[in-house]
């Protein structure tokens, strides 16, 4: 890691802070801690250095094999730890699964078992599976959404994200037993924050052909709302009607705020 830092990084400062860092130990139940390898668990600079480290050890090195050994398309996308390599050829998605697993082998990396596989996906798959006797194309998942080869209402090919299910039940958790803190709040106040966790989410999960998810989220978290205020008084009729347009004062509705790749990525210039 330090020897990466300093490819890019003169002040020698710099590193001695790195150093310290990276022999710093994890506190847990008041017990200190120190691993001889990796960075500090939960450390704001980790997911930097994890980043540097990768990039070194897998970027820079998949680029190369791409140029020098693939053949036909390839796509390769990383997110900190989270990659997702595509290629039009199989026989190279092989080649390239077996060098990548050795080349992190010589950075003391290896890959998660459960997580890392190799699946037919893309506009051919269904076809390409259905002449074989095969089952609907698997799906895979990458950064809270799962990515489906489905089909528009036209019928052609259609990249579809929808959000993980067991994401959204994870949130709804946290918005629940917030809401019991904020039992005793005015609505008004509890309307703000709701406002502020719905649009949040929105924020990131409102992606084309994720629509319906969205109405979920909403529905699930306008019930919430209506169980907890239920619990403030016995004699408080809070109907579906009421909550309804409680709801609709304060929530924003679903709707879809990230635009299709081809206009995400389209250029465009006043000449």
């Given at each position: 890691?330090?020897?990466?830092?300093?490819?890019?990084?003169?002040?020698?400062?710099i590193?001695?802070?790195?150093?310290?860092?990276?022999?710093?130990?994890?506190l847990?139940?008041?017990?200190?801690g120190?691993s001889?390898?990796?960075?500090?668990?939960?450390?704001?600079?980790?997911?930097?250095?994890?980043n540097v480290?990768?990039?070194?050890?897998?970027?820079?090195w998949?680029?190369r094999?791409?140029?020098?050994?693939?053949?036909?398309?390839?796509?390769?996308?990383r997110?900190?730890?989270?990659?997702?390599?595509g290629?039009?050829?199989?026989?190279?998605?092989?080649?390239?699964w077996?060098?990548?697993r050795?080349?992190?082998?010589?950075f003391?990396?290896?890959?998660?078992?459960?997580?890392?596989?190799?699946?037919?996906?893309?506009?051919?798959?269904?076809?390409n599976?259905q002449?074989r006797?095969l089952?609907?194309?698997e799906?895979f998942?990458?950064?809270?959404?799962?990515?489906?080869?489905?089909?528009?209402?036209r019928?052609?090919?259609?990249?579809?994200?929808k959000?993980?299910?067991?994401?959204?039940?994870?949130?709804?958790?946290?918005v629940?037993?917030?809401?019991?803190?904020?039992?005793?709040?005015?609505?008004?106040?509890?309307?703000?924050?709701?406002?502020?966790?719905?649009?949040?989410?929105?924020?990131?999960?409102?992606?084309p052909?994720?629509?319906?998810?969205?109405?979920?989220?909403?529905?699930?978290v306008v019930?919430?709302?209506?169980?907890?205020?239920?619990?403030?008084s016995q004699?408080?009729?809070m109907?579906?009607?009421?909550?309804?347009r409680?709801?609709?004062?304060?929530?924003?509705?679903?709707?879809?705020?990230?635009p299709?790749?081809d206009?995400?990525?389209?250029?465009?210039h006043p000449?």
């Open positions: 890691m330090v020897r990466f830092l300093e490819h890019g990084i003169g002040d020698q400062r590193i001695r802070l790195v150093r310290k860092w990276l022999k710093a130990g994890v847990e139940d008041g017990e200190l120190v001889e390898t990796g960075t500090p668990q939960g450390a704001v600079a980790s997911p930097l250095f994890a480290y990768l990039h070194y050890a897998f970027d820079l998949a680029n094999w791409r140029r020098r050994e693939a053949k036909g398309n390839v796509i390769i996308v997110y900190a730890d989270d990659i997702v390599v290629f039009e050829y199989e026989a190279y998605a092989r080649r390239f077996d060098a990548m050795a080349r992190l082998e010589e003391a990396l290896t890959l998660h078992q459960d997580k890392t596989r190799l699946l037919e996906f893309g506009r051919y798959a269904a076809a599976r002449s006797g089952g609907r194309p799906t998942t990458f950064l809270g959404f799962i990515f489906i080869c489905g089909k528009s209402r019928g052609a090919f259609q990249l579809q994200r959000t993980r299910g067991d994401r959204m039940r994870e949130k709804l958790r946290q629940k037993e917030a809401l019991w803190r904020r039992m005793h709040d005015p609505i008004p106040v509890q309307g703000k924050w709701l406002r502020q966790v719905v649009r949040g989410y929105f924020a990131y999960h409102a992606v052909t994720n629509s319906r998810a969205l109405g979920a989220f909403r529905h699930h019930n919430l709302w209506r169980r907890t205020l239920k619990l403030r004699r408080d009729a109907t579906w009607e009421r909550i309804t409680i709801a609709n004062t304060w929530l924003p509705r679903p709707r879809i705020v990230h299709w790749p206009q995400r990525f389209a250029v465009k000449r």
